[in-house]
């Protein structure tokens, strides 16, 4: 049975430093389990996040060699196990301990949201057709591994300005809902900060659920900003057709 | 930031991710550096009955002291650099923001305004760079239809050939736009209410997925193409002629 050397990151709010491990090696092993292993034979304390293990609540994010992941779906054979391999918190949100972090500032972003808003008079019969695309957006596990490798939130630090990722293709859902009647397009441009995404795909790159965030939510709200604030033709077309 | 760890260096990635920026750098800039000297060259563009797509449509303008290609140039360039792909293309292989996920990008933390200013903020007029190649798209298929008739009548060499692969690159690469995916049926939220722009929208969409590729395969094609038509003018090869 192989080996496989863990370099895991242990501190607090107040500092840490990497800690290695040796873990065996087991069929479809995945890094959760090594995780797993290093509690229950090395270290109990260790602190990680997860809940299902099965990539489906989004919980147990990490960063492993560098990539935000979620740990339960990192088998380690997809690893090169001849370095060590790293696991550290998601770099984007304050740590609290060791691979936890506190991303609390995601809920209150996603409150700023205006929710779902229909007519008096609505008629509740939607066709399959109208809804489809915003069901791609409602796979999303809410794991953050986008809001953590988003460069915007990552590096720059514009959680004041940037919703980020996951907030877009939450503001895409109901945009493009059949019968939501709220525009969201002063709120995009303004507080959301769309413009701030440079389209480098990352979040999509990232994603669990293969949710394909820039092409089937960002790029297509970018052009309904487009439509509103950037193009003299569909505002003059609009007032003719009196919208 | 967050953690005050090793995650501060540039990246914590052991894999090979600044292969792919950095053959994009070098094709790109390979790319601009031969369609800048052929644009100003203002020669050897014309083989009857091939005309090169850097010269199309044959514009002779006596009050133009330049090389024609200056004035039909800004459409399709204007076309590719506020084209979605290729902005994430060169943000991350020219202006490293980042060049790979979860690496540092070139700025500084917070030294960021992604496209809400100037000059970036000028990506939002895509669309009127899709209709402005739209046109010269049209004059390439002029061209190409053209290149079937030799002073003997109807032929066809390898130039025409050439031409016709380089026109139906071109041709799928502006029609899996994404500014095009939106106006063509992406901005509406009721699709049921309009099926043929909803059949449409799918096509598009199904053509968007493989933009990327659209995208690099047009830019060697018409690089291919205006290169064959300088060999034939320089005498460096003969045009084979298939019927
Ligand atoms: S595509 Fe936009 S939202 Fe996604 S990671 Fe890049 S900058 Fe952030
Ligand atoms: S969009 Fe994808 S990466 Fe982002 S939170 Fe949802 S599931 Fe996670
Ligand atoms: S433990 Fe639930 S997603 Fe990994
Ligand atoms: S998005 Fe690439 S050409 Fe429009």
């Known amino acids: 049975m192989s080996v496989a050397k863990l370099r895991i990151y242990r501190g607090d709010a107040e500092g840490g430093q990497e800690v290695e491990y040796e873990v065996p090696v087991d069929e479809g092993m995945v890094v959760l389990d090594a995780i797993h292993f290093v509690q229950a034979n090395y270290d109990g304390d260790l602190a990680v996040r997860w809940n299902c293990k099965a990539a489906k609540c989004g ?28 696991v550290y918190p998601l770099k984007t949100f304050p740590i609290m301990k060791d691979l936890v972090t506190d991303v609390s500032w995601n809920y209150e972003v996603r409150k700023k949201i205006p929710p779902f808003k229909y007519a008096e008079d609505t008629d509740w019969k939607m066709q399959q057709v109208d809804v489809e695309r915003s069901q791609e957006f409602r796979k999303c596990i809410e794991c953050f591994l986008c809001q953590d490798v988003c460069h915007v939130l990552r590096n720059h630090n514009k959680k004041n300005e940037f919703f980020g990722p996951r907030m877009m293709i939450k503001i895409a859902e109901l945009e493009m809902h059949p019968l939501d ?48 604030y950037f193009d003299p033709l569909q505002w003059i077309l609009n007032k003719v057709k009196g919208n | 930031m967050a953690n005050g760890s090793a995650q501060n260096s540039i990246t914590l ?5 600044w292969v ?25 563009f014309l083989v009857q009955p091939y005309l090169s797509p850097f010269y199309s449509p ?50 500084k933390e917070g030294n960021y305004d992604g496209e809400t200013k100037f000059p970036f903020i000028i990506q ?4 009127y760079f899709f209709y402005a ?8 298929w002029v061209d190409a239809f053209h290149a079937l008739w030799f002073e003997d009548g109807f032929g066809i060499g390898v130039g025409t050939i050439v031409l016709f692969v380089n026109v139906f690159l071109l041709s799928m690469y502006s029609m899996s736009c994404h500014s095009f995916r939106h106006l063509i049926g ?45 060999l034939l003018a320089k005498g460096v090869i003969t045009d084979l002629r298939i019927i």
């Not at chain 1, 147990?60 to 391999?85: F, H, Q, W, Y």
């Not at chain 1, 795909?201 to 669990?208: A, G, I, L, R």
């Not at chain 2, 939002?124 to 669309?127: K, M, P, V």
């Open chain 1, 59 to 86: 919980s147990c994010s990490a960063e492993i060699n560098g990539m935000p992941k979620l740990t339960c779906k990192t088998r380690l054979d997809s690893l090169p196990l001849d370095k060590p391999v790293t």
């Open chain 1, 181 to 228: 009647i709220e525009d969201r397009k002063e709120m995009l441009r303004e507080a959301a900060g769309v413009g701030y995404c440079n389209i480098t795909k990352c979040c999509t790159d990232v994603c669990p659920e293969e949710i394909h965030i820039t092409d089937n939510a960002i790029i297509p709200l970018k052009e309904r900003v487009a439509d509103t």
């Open chain 2, 13 to 17: 990635r052991n894999d090979t991710w």
């Open chain 2, 20 to 44: 792919l920026p950095l053959i994009t750098a070098i094709v790109l800039a390979t790319f601009g550096a031969y369609s800048t000297w052929r644009a100003f060259s203002n020669v050897d």
């Open chain 2, 58 to 107: 044959y514009i002779l303008a006596s009050w133009w002291p330049f090389s024609p290609a200056l004035l039909i140039l800004w459409a399709p360039l204007g076309f590719r650099a506020t084209c979605y792909y290729y902005r994430k293309a060169y943000y991350r292989s020219f202006f490293l923001a980042p060049a790979a996920c979860a690496v540092q990008p070139m700025a």
């Open chain 2, 124 to 127: 939002n007029i895509h669309r």
């Open chain 2, 133 to 140: 190649a739209g046109v010269v798209l049209f004059f390439l």
């Open chain 2, 186 to 230: 992406g901005r509406l939220d009721v699709f049921s209410k309009c099926p043929t722009r909803f059949r449409l929208w799918e096509k598009v969409s199904g053509w968007n997925e493989n933009h990327a590729l659209w995208a690099w395969l047009s830019l060697f094609s018409v690089a291919l193409a205006d290169l064959y038509i300088f």
